[in-house]
């Protein structure tokens, strides 16, 4: 299959490319590396030891996006790119509804124009909001607390539109919980710009000695410790569902939303300690105020992914935590570490 992939440079897009290039598919990426560097591409290269295109260009350039894609003609086109930070989007809500939002309706614009009917979209469980149960279904209402989440909200009801709109077109809607780890060469991985938003690229940078210690968001919770819980999903994993999700869309029209998680959380303090056993280092921590927007749990119910894609999670924290250590502590400054 041809698989056009917007942010393929990405954390998460990189790891899709590794799939996606073992599996013999033909790969053209699309970014603008806005939040990655050309060099994670370079390393996906060196992995795979398989050639794809690039295209350096902006979701927003709507011609060359266009020009792209009619050159590549794509049978599927897997949908990464976009702003992601929930703090950012409250400050910037502009700027994210702009690149998310506009830059997915240039997206289909110019999957029309190639004759392109078929994608999946990196959603977020984000769009659930607080939760009225848990483990959340794909029928749990949606309510998203902030501008990121409502961007991914309505870029899925754009995506549903196109769809309806379209005899034999096809979507996937994957919405991601909590993807952490790394590829397991050490060679790719997660390299935020900044000080991290997530907590477990936090912990990887306190463990190589990057930051002093670990904020934790609160401790009176109603969880196992008292500490906010999690359901943290391998990118690996992460990186498999979209495969399988490929899969259903070419067999499948219409359009479906699809949780993508291990069905079970963790603590921060036990992803702490989880960390400390991976890579033998303490990891000093601070107990501090809990920070509005936050929820005590966020857990997914997988059950439609094995029962449509045929997908479960099959790497627990133990393995996250190992695989993230061989990044972090072979690239201690993220790609920035060494010039190959």
């Known amino acids: 299959m041809k698989v056009f992939v917007t942010g393929g440079a990405g954390y998460i897009g990189s790891h899709m490319l590794t799939e996606l290039l073992g599996e013999g598919h ?11 560097l050309p060099l994670a591409l370079d390393r996906v290269r060196t992995l795979t030891n398989r050639p794809f295109e690039t295209v350096a260009g902006d979701l927003r350039q709507g011609e060359r996006l266009a020009e792209s894609l ?4 794509p049978d599927a086109v897997i949908h990464f790119a976009g702003l992601k930070a929930v703090g950012a989007s409250a400050a910037f809500p502009l700027e994210y509804y702009e690149n998310n939002v506009q830059g997915s309706i240039a997206l289909l614009r110019a999957m029309e124009a190639a004759e392109c009917h078929r994608i999946v979209f990196s959603s977020s469980a984000t769009v659930y909001g607080e939760p009225r149960y848990l483990p959340f279904d794909e029928a749990h209402p949606l309510s998203p607390i902030n501008p990121y ?6 870029i899925e009801e754009i995506i549903r539109d196109w769809v309806a ?3 034999g077109a096809s979507a996937v809607l994957l919405r991601y919980f909590n993807p952490v780890g790394a590829h397991e060469s050490g060679r790719i991985g997660e390299d935020p710009l900044g000080p991290p938003a997530n907590l477990l690229p936090f912990v ?14 609160g401790d009176d919770y109603p969880t196992r410790d008292g500490t906010g819980e999690r359901d943290y999903i391998h990118v690996v994993d992460l990186a498999k569902a ?8 070419a067999s499948r029209p219409g359009c479906e939303a699809i949780n993508v998680g291990v069905g079970r959380g963790a603590t921060v303090l036990e992803v702490i300690r989880a960390f400390e056993a991976a890579s033998g280092r303490t990891i000093p921590y601070r107990i501090v105020a809990r920070r509005p927007g936050d929820t005590a749990s966020s857990v997914a119910d997988p059950s439609k992914a094995l029962a ?8 627990d924290l133990g393995d996250i935590c190992r695989s993230a250590w061989a990044w972090q ?3 201690p400054q993220g790609y920035r570490s060494t010039a190959s």
Request: charged share 20%; glycine share 6%; with cysteine.
């Open 165 to 167: 709109a379209r005899s």
């Open 204 to 217: 990887s940078q306190v463990a190589v000695g990057r930051r002093p210690f670990v904020s934790v968001y």
């Open 70 to 73: 009619k050159a590549f003609r």
């Open 26 to 36: 033909e790969v053209c990426v699309y970014d603008n590396y806005v939040n990655s």
């Open 329 to 331: 502590s072979a690239n």
């Open 149 to 154: 989440g409502r961007t991914k909200q309505f």
């Open 308 to 315: 449509l894609l045929g997908w479960r999670a099959e790497r």
């Open 242 to 249: 979209h495969t399988a999700a490929l899969t259903y869309c």
